[in-house]
């Protein structure tokens, strides 16, 4: 059963960093695109950042200067590296791969003093 499992998050403190991982166990990794969404309790769940199977990427607004995604294709693994973390980034961050709809079970990110 193809799989993609995150892991990397946990409570910081706010100014803080954390880097997520999603690893994908299906054989062909480095033709698709993947993401990073978030649920933030009582909210809808939002893109945060995608990148390209050629590497570009994309963020929105309330991350840019602060989170970067990554690849590695050779690890099957995406990365988001997220910096100067606010209260407001506190949210259960999901991996996804949009063009097989496949999605994590999610890793809770919590931005607290």
């Known amino acids: 059963q193809v799989q993609l499992v995150e892991s990397g998050g946990g409570l910081v403190q706010p100014g803080g960093s954390l880097r997520l991982s999603c690893v994908y166990s299906?054989?062909?990794?480095?033709?698709?695109?993947m993401a990073w969404y978030r649920q933030a309790p009582g909210k809808q769940r939002e893109l945060v950042a995608a990148?390209?199977?050629?590497?570009?990427?994309n963020y929105a607004d309330s991350v840019k200067g602060r989170f970067t995604i990554s690849r590695d294709n050779a690890k099957k693994t995406v990365y988001l590296q997220m910096n100067s973390l606010k209260p407001e980034d506190t949210a259960v961050y999901y991996c996804n791969m949009p063009p097989t709809g496949y999605w994590g079970q999610g890793t809770q990110v919590t931005v607290s003093s």
């Open positions: 299906g054989s062909i990794f480095s033709i698709y695109a």
């Open positions: 990148i390209a199977s050629g590497g570009s990427t």
